[in-house]
């Protein structure tokens, strides 16, 4: 996707394209791939001890992201949407709040994907493995994706754009 198309978008417009398209994904493939990485885990954890270690970075992912989209549902895309038809300071100062304190709070999810990406040979089952083996690394590579295509919408246009008002 192409950054460039949102930068003159509504701003309610971006919020619920973030929703519809990133975080309703983000939240089934979390849970798929918390039964997945289990199950290979149980199953191929005697050849692969790997697979312990892709265990844990996936489920501290896993309470990275919930989190994320909880604080970001409940406490910044409201009041940017409530700003975005009212676009009056006081929203605007208190959108830019949480958003800093959504900053702030910025965990390690980007290293922890890296490293994924590492341990699991960029998301290549080994011959020896199986469908289900095969199945959890392919959705765990488009989860990488989905997770880094949706931090960049949102902190390299919506957050930049929002926080960028105030100082023109
Ligand atoms: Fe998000």
């Known amino acids: 996707m192409e950054g460039n198309i949102w930068l003159n978008q509504p701003y309610g417009d ?16 979390l849970k798929d791939l918390s039964k997945l990485t289990t199950t290979i885990m149980r199953v191929h954890g005697l050849e692969h001890e790997e ?24 406490r910044i895309f409201p009041l940017i949407k409530r700003y975005s038809i009212r676009p009056i300071d006081e929203l605007l100062d208190k959108a830019i709040k949480e958003i800093n304190i959504y900053k702030e709070k910025e965990d390690n999810t980007e290293e ?13 089952a080994p011959q020896d493995g199986c469908m289900t083996y095969d199945r959890t690394y392919e959705l765990l590579k488009e989860l990488h994706e989905n997770i880094m295509e949706h931090l960049k919408l949102e902190d390299e246009i919506l957050f930049k754009r929002i926080l960028e008002e105030k100082v023109q």
């Open 112 to 124: 922890l994907l890296s490293k994924l990406k590492t341990i699991t040979n960029n998301y290549t």
């Open 14 to 29: 971006i919020v619920d394209y973030i929703i519809k398209n990133y975080h309703k994904k983000l939240s089934d493939q």
């Open 51 to 74: 697979l312990f270690e892709v265990h844990r970075l996936f489920h501290t992912i896993q309470i990275n992201m919930v989190q994320h989209v909880i604080r970001q549902e409940t």
